[in-house]
Every structure is written in C-alpha cells, then in structure tokens.
C-alpha cells in the first residue's frame, strides 16, 4: 500500500475544506474520507485506489438517526448499517431498508459499514480490482475485457460498450424504492439530491459513478414519511445464502386497497449499473388486481430493456421471478 497522509478534520468544514483539494471525487481521487474503510482499505490494499491524503471522519456528528417535523427520518453519514437495520422506527415504517441491509455483508462488515460509505460502494468487477488487467472505470480508456470475459454478475441494464459493471448495494436498491434524498455539504455550501440522481450511468465515462464534485461530504441522507398501509418485501437472489453479492434483488413497497394496487415503488439490485429503479414496472402494475398475471407483467416490464452478456442471460429471467415473487410476498403479507 502507498503511503498517505492521515487526519482527522475538527468539523465538517474542516473536512470539506482538505477535500475540496482534490482533482477529483471519483476513482483515483488524492484525498479521500475515511467511513467504515470496508470499501476503501479493501481498494488501498489492492492499490485500486491510492490517496494521498486520508480525512477519517468518524469523529464528526454524523451519527444519530432522527425523526424529523414532516414525519420523514434523518440517517447521519457514519451511522454504522448494523444500527440503521436495528432501528424500531426503521424496522416497523421502512422495512424494506432493513431487510435489505440484514441481507447484505456480514453481521461484521455491517459493525463498520456506514450509510455514506454504503452509497459510495464500488462494483465487484473482477477486472476493476486486478491491476494486471485494464479497466475502463479504473483507468479510462484502457478497454473493458469483462464484455467479453468473465461478467456472470455483471449489470443488464444501463450498460454501455464502455463498462458493465453492476452496482453491488442493497441498502441503496431500497432507499431508491423509498425515494431517499442523499444531502451533501461542499464548497459552495450545500445540496440535496434525490438517490435517483445520485448515482450516473457509466456511458463513455464510467470511471465517474456520482454526481459527487471535489470535497461533497455526505452529511445525510433522508426518508420522507412513511406510506400508510405499504407492505415492503426486499428480496435477494444469490449463489449463497449469505455473505454474498446479489444475482439479482427486488426492493417492493405497495399499497393494494380491495382487489387492486393502489401504490407500488419497485427498485432491482444485482442487474443495473446503478440502484434500478423501474418506473416501467411501477407504470404497469397501478391499478391492477394485486394477483401473478399482475406481477409477472410488471417484471416484465422491469426487464424489457435488458441487455443480456455473454455469461448473464440467466439473469433476465431469474430477476422478473424475483420481482414477482416479491411482489406476491408483500401483498400477501
Ligand atoms: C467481504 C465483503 C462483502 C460485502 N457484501 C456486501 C453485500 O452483500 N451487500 C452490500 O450491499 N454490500 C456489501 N459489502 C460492501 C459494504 O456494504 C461496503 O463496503 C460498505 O457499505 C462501505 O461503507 P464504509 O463506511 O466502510 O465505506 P468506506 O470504505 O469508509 O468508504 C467508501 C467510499 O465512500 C467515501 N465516503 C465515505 N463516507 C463519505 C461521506 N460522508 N461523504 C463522502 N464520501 C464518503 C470514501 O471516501 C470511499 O470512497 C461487502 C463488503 C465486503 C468487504
Ligand atoms: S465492466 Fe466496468 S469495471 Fe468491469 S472491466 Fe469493464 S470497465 Fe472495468
């Protein structure tokens, strides 16, 4: 590993400030903020990232979870998963945000990991984290041999001729079905951005994964209030039955009232290059009998722009029955 500067800033200015320093918030960015440091030493180890300057703010008062006047939910930065996913007004109004971080790591990845650092996790593209082989996203312009290589996990959707990679968060396939809003403090003073806006898809630059400029800290990140009568369900498909990444996931939140669905959010993990939100299934399900014909259209809805790889077809079909078992999971309940 190179050798770095370490600090720990007084406040959030003082952080921002050392961070604002940088050439870039993306990958190979000099200065860094250190979380829970499961994505980052993991990186540094592997010298996939190698920042000259690390800012450690787990001292900063980022860490308390909130109720807030609108009745929404405010989660600080370095609140730990663990602590989020235990939370009994998480467990009982955002369920899904729960399941979906149990379901994630391990009981000590979770201990460490934050919910800004969850945010900012990077894909598990074999390629990305070997330094023998090029990598679009970890140096542009050096190609992308998991198109034609190994990319059995790799994304279906939002993909480009440039990068497949698949975004690996579950916490983040949940808050996109709960509409979060991720709040940044930088050095032009501060800004809100709803997680659909977030992440960026990797197009002709997939090297930049946020909208995040030089010196954004992740202050927040916010839940509007809860929906009454929703039933959440996340559901994850993966080659183990834990400590393992997603094949593909399915974050639900619905309302059904009499026969029909009244209101539904449907985010999918494990296929898109980002946190998947499926405004197509959503569109398709509004209004119908809460029944399988209903789900089943609706996932395929989900998956009909997919764009399979040469190692990956499976997943089209393994994430419409995910989808649609989630769906039936959650009205049934
Ligand atoms: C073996 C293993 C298995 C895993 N399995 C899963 C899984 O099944 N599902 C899953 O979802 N995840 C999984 N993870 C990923 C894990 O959830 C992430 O590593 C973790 O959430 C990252 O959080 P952190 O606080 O440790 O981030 P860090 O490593 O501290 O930081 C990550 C990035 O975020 C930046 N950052 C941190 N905080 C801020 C902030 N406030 N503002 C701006 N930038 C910031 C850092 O500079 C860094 O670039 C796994 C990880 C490991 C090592
Ligand atoms: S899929 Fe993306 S991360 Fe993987 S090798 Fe290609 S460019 Fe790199």
């Given at each position: 590993m190179k050798t770095f500067e370490f600090t720990r800033p007084a406040d959030g200015e003082a952080a921002v400030a050392a961070a604002a320093l940088a050439k870039t918030a993306q990958q190979g960015a000099d200065v860094r903020y250190l979380a829970g440091g499961t994505t980052l030493v993991d990186l540094m180890k592997l010298s996939v990232e190698a920042p000259a300057r690390v800012l450690d703010i787990n001292r900063l008062p980022l860490d308390k979870i909130e109720a807030m006047p609108d009745g929404g939910l405010k989660i600080g930065a370095t609140v730990r998963n663990s602590d989020l996913a235990n939370h009994a007004v998480v467990q009982k109004d955002y369920a899904v945000l729960s399941q979906a971080i149990l379901q994630g790591a391990s009981a000590q990845l979770r201990n460490m990991a934050t919910t800004a650092g969850n945010l900012l996790q990077r894909t598990r593209c074999v390629y990305f984290r070997d330094l023998a082989m090029p990598c679009n996203k970890r140096?542009?312009?050096?190609?992308?041999p998991a198109i034609t290589g190994f990319n059995r996990s790799l994304a279906i959707l939002g993909t480009s001729e440039h990068c497949i990679a698949s975004n690996p968060s579950d916490m983040c396939v949940a808050m996109a079905a709960l509409e979060a809003t991720i709040h940044v403090q930088g050095p032009k003073g501060s800004r809100s951005i709803p997680i659909g806006d977030f992440h960026l898809l990797p197009g002709e630059t997939p090297h930049r994964e946020t909208v995040l400029e030089p010196g954004?800290?992740?202050t927040h990140v916010t839940l509007p209030p809860p929906i009454a009568g929703s039933k959440h369900v996340y559901l994850k498909l993966r080659d183990?039955?834990?400590y393992e990444f997603a094949l593909a996931s399915a974050a639900v939140v619905i309302n059904v009232t009499g026969e029909n669905v009244t209101r539904v959010r449907i985010a999918l993990g494990?296929?898109?290059?980002?946190p998947w939100r499926s405004p197509e299934a959503e569109g398709a399900l509004v209004?119908?009998?809460?029944?399988q014909a209903s789900f089943r259209k609706a996932a395929e809805a989900a998956l009909r722009d997919a764009k399979p790889q040469s190692e990956n077809a499976f997943k089209v079909e393994l994430a419409k029955r995910c989808l649609a078992h989630a769906l039936q999971m959650a009205a049934t309940t």
């Open positions: 140096e542009p312009g050096t190609g992308c954004d800290l992740i183990r039955a834990s494990g296929v898109g290059t980002k209004g119908l009998p809460a029944n």
